[in-house]
């Protein structure tokens, strides 16, 4: 598993035990046994702690979207100077790349686009990571870069279903060294 990959785990993990803390505390506090007839509940207690809880869950959502959003390849909209651009087009069910090559540690920018329904366009390297991935949207290119640190073949695979041989939907991308 990657680093990234890693430390996203560790993060929604530790919140699922916050939160699965935070149920047990609720669902013992509701489970008390009282006496039926006398009730001292204060009112005021409690909407101030409602105000916390929701600060605390606030805070901590919060805490954690920071912690990811440096991680999300999105937002790149311009491309990189000298940045090789290859054409995709999906249809059902191959992928068309035009070139089908590129040079490694230069950025490629990839224009998805699909011709007949919409796909989802994944690149793999040989440890089966994805990579990179996209919508492939009739009438709609979606664009995204990606730089190949190393040459080889990577498998592109269809990533949306998108008829009876969604699963026959693969290609391949060839990234040569670098001259």
Same mark, same amino acid.
Request: aromatic share 8%.
């Given at each position: 598993?990657? +680093? =990234?990959? @890693?430390?996203?785990?560790?993060?929604?993990?530790?919140?699922?035990?916050?939160?699965?803390?935070?149920?047990?505390?609720?669902?013992?506090? /509701?489970?008390?046994?009282?006496?039926? %007839?006398? %009730?001292?509940?204060? /009112?005021?207690?409690?909407?101030?702690?409602?105000? *916390?809880?929701?600060?605390?869950?606030?805070?901590?959502?919060? &805490?954690? @979207?920071?912690? /990811?959003?440096?991680?999300?390849?999105?937002? #790149?909209? =311009?491309?990189?100077?000298?940045? #090789?651009?290859?054409?995709?087009?999906?249809? #059902?069910?191959?992928?068309?790349?035009?070139?089908?090559?590129?040079?490694?540690?230069?950025?490629?920018?990839?224009? &998805? =686009?699909?011709?007949? &329904?919409?796909?989802?366009?994944?690149? $793999?390297?040989? %440890?089966?990571? @994805?990579?990179?991935?996209?919508?492939?949207?009739?009438?709609? +290119?979606?664009?995204?870069?990606?730089?190949?640190?190393?040459?080889?073949? $990577? #498998?592109? *695979?269809?990533?949306?279903?998108?008829? *009876? %041989?969604?699963?026959?939907? @693969?290609?391949?991308?060839?990234?040569?060294?670098?001259?």
């Amino acid at each position: 598993m990657n +680093p =990234t990959a @890693l430390a996203i785990a560790i993060a929604y993990g530790a919140v699922a035990l916050l939160a699965a803390a935070f149920l047990i505390v609720v669902w013992h506090s /509701t489970h008390r046994r009282r006496r039926r %007839d006398e %009730d001292t509940t204060d /009112t005021g207690r409690l909407a101030h702690a409602e105000k *916390v809880w929701l600060a605390i869950a606030v805070a901590g959502l919060g &805490v954690l @979207l920071l912690a /990811t959003i440096p991680f999300t390849p999105y937002g #790149q909209g =311009t491309p990189s100077p000298g940045a #090789q651009p290859v054409n995709v087009e999906g249809v #059902q069910f191959a992928w068309i790349t035009n070139p089908g090559e590129a040079q490694a540690g230069v950025p490629v920018r990839f224009r &998805v =686009t699909a011709r007949d &329904v919409n796909h989802g366009f994944g690149v $793999y390297n040989d %440890d089966d990571v @994805l990579l990179l991935q996209v919508q492939a949207v009739p009438d709609h +290119p979606t664009e995204i870069e990606y730089t190949f640190k190393e040459p080889g073949r $990577y #498998q592109i *695979v269809c990533l949306e279903f998108c008829g *009876v %041989d969604h699963h026959r939907m @693969l290609g391949s991308f060839t990234v040569r060294a670098a001259a």
